[in-house]
């Protein structure tokens, strides 16, 4: 039996509730009831829009990365090595910290076997393309490259997560701990690229 969605609410709109949702109350809050009540409809409501939770997931991995990958190449413009380095580690953080709701949602996206999604793969090719530019920026090449990218996406995503869930109570600066750590990172692959 087909039902007959709500005027004015469209699979766009869906997505963004649920964007809003988890970047308000964390991604374990995110219900097909919870998003219903957010849109003011029944539950059932949803799958006029949405296939199901996996869906929607992978719809917040897309937004996610079509995020991430705009702040990365907004925060290159105009840069190049240490500094476009430091730069795009303090975007990635910052879309973490902002986001941390949708970029959590998209770890439990199962649309990370890109093939399932390629709007998906699309994106995550820019971000990956974006990355290694970083990595070429500061001398890394071919597998160095590779290697250098994973080391920087581990620390920015280790940072930022133990930031956003609270895991830093002691009073030293963040700022200060994650520009200090940017700074060895860099300066190890340097040192790396040197050997």
């Known amino acids: 039996m087909s039902r007959t969605p709500r005027p004015g609410l469209d699979r766009d709109k869906?997505?963004?509730a649920a964007v809003e949702l988890v970047n308000e109350k964390?991604?374990?809050?995110?219900t097909i009831s919870s998003l219903a009540a957010k849109l003011k409809i029944q539950p059932p409501s949803l799958y006029n829009h949405i296939s199901g939770m996996q869906?929607?997931?992978d719809e917040l991995a897309l937004v996610n990365s079509h995020l991430l990958a705009q702040r990365l190449g907004e925060a290159a413009l105009g840069k190049s090595g240490e500094e476009l380095f430091i730069a795009a580690a303090q975007a990635f953080r910052d879309h973490?910290?902002?986001n941390s709701g949708l970029y959590m949602a998209t770890l439990r996206s199962s649309a990370l076997e890109a093939e399932l999604h390629p709007a998906l793969k699309a994106e995550d090719d820019r971000i990956v393309q974006i990355g290694v530019a970083i990595m070429h920026s500061i001398g890394l090449e071919g597998q160095d490259a590779i290697h250098g990218l994973r080391g920087f996406r581990s620390m920015v995503h280790g940072f930022a997560?133990?930031?956003?869930?609270g895991g830093f109570g002691l009073p030293e600066d963040c700022d200060e701990s994650f520009r200090r750590l940017v700074s060895g990172l860099l300066k190890g692959l340097l040192v790396e690229k040197a050997n």
Do not use: F, T
């Open 14 to 16: 869906v997505v963004k």
């Open 26 to 30: 964390g991604i374990h809050e995110l």
């Open 55 to 57: 869906d929607l997931l």
């Open 96 to 98: 973490v910290k902002s």
């Open 161 to 165: 997560s133990l930031e956003v869930a």
